[in-house]
């Protein structure tokens, strides 16, 4: 499982024009299911998600989570976090999960995300998507489980 995570000022994703889900400040998580995840692992991306200390305090040194920092989540699926271009130029994603088992998970990372209490917006999972972004820092971190 991998995330690709990012502190944003505002980010919105939209599928054929129309806007899907929208955030001001908080995270963009690109989040990847590969074929060895487990459906077990997902409390625990979830507890890192809501525990990381990337936005600044009244010092400006990165302390706060999203909560404390009144941010939101937009969850984004992105098998292309599995994308191996090691052998020639042309991605492989053999790596990557089955598409209805990570849908299932990508749906439940969001409610656990709910759960402990973040407002979650959301990609389509499977769409072509536009994602625009304003990263804050810039701040980008890659988690993998």
């Known amino acids: 499982m991998r995330a690709l995570v990012q502190r944003v000022a505002r980010a919105e994703v939209r599928v054929e024009g129309t806007s899907v889900g929208r955030i001001d400040r908080g995270l ?44 939101q989540v937009l969850l984004v699926s ?9 052998k020639g130029n042309r991605p492989s994603f053999v790596e990557a999960a089955d598409p209805v088992e990570a849908e299932g998970w990508y749906a439940l990372l969001g409610r656990l995300l709910t759960e402990r209490g973040l407002i979650v917006q959301y990609g389509r ?21």
């Open 78 to 86: 992105q098998f292309t976090l599995y994308g191996d271009v090691r």
């Open 125 to 145: 999972f499977g769409a072509a998507m536009e994602v625009e972004l304003i990263n804050d820092g810039p701040v980008t971190l890659m988690i993998e489980l």
């Open 28 to 71: 963009l998580v690109l989040i990847g299911f590969g074929k060895g995840d487990r459906e077990a692992q997902l409390p625990k991306m979830a507890d890192k998600l809501c525990a990381l200390r990337i936005f600044p305090d009244a010092e400006a040194k990165m302390n706060l989570d999203v909560r404390a920092a009144g941010g």
